[in-house]
Nanobody, 123 residues
Framework: VQLQASGGGLVQAGGSLRLSCAAS????????MGWFRQALGKEREFVAT????????YYADSVKGRFTISRDNAENTVYLQMNSLKPEDTAVYYC?????????????????WGQGTEVTVSS
């Protein structure tokens, strides 16, 4: 199983980025997908999750209204559209897959993890 995250970079505050995570080696539609992030010196935290069908999403309060998670089951890819970025969004972002029916914000439910893509938001 491989989760390949991409799309990170350097952006000014107020800007936007779109992260992608391409999955291979698993039956994608059987997995809830999530995005987590880890800032330097901090613990990894939940960002967003999307159900297997893509019909249900859930966000951390810190990103609600600014970030949008989506998935394309035909392309085995999950996305994270990030708008109105803030310096506090600076982190390494990881996509992850959980083999369960319902969405989860708990990292312990996710068994496959991507390598991470770095997002830096300058003030």
């Amino acid at each position: 199983v491989q989760l390949q995250a991409s799309g990170g970079g350097l952006v000014q505050a107020g800007g936007s980025l779109r992260l992608s995570c391409a999955a291979s080696g698993l039956t994608f539609i059987n997995y809830v997908m999530g995005w987590f992030r880890q800032a330097l010196g901090k613990e990894r935290e939940f960002v967003a999750t999307v159900s297997r069908s893509g019909g249900s999403t859930y966000y951390a309060d810190s990103v609600k209204g600014r970030f949008t998670i989506s998935r394309d089951n035909a392309e085995n890819t999950v996305y994270l559209q990030m708008n109105s970025l803030k310096p506090e969004d600076t982190a390494v972002y990881y996509c992850a897959a959980a083999p369960q029916r319902y969405s989860s914000s708990y990292s312990r439910d996710y068994i496959y993890w991507g390598q991470g893509t770095e997002v830096t938001v300058s003030s």
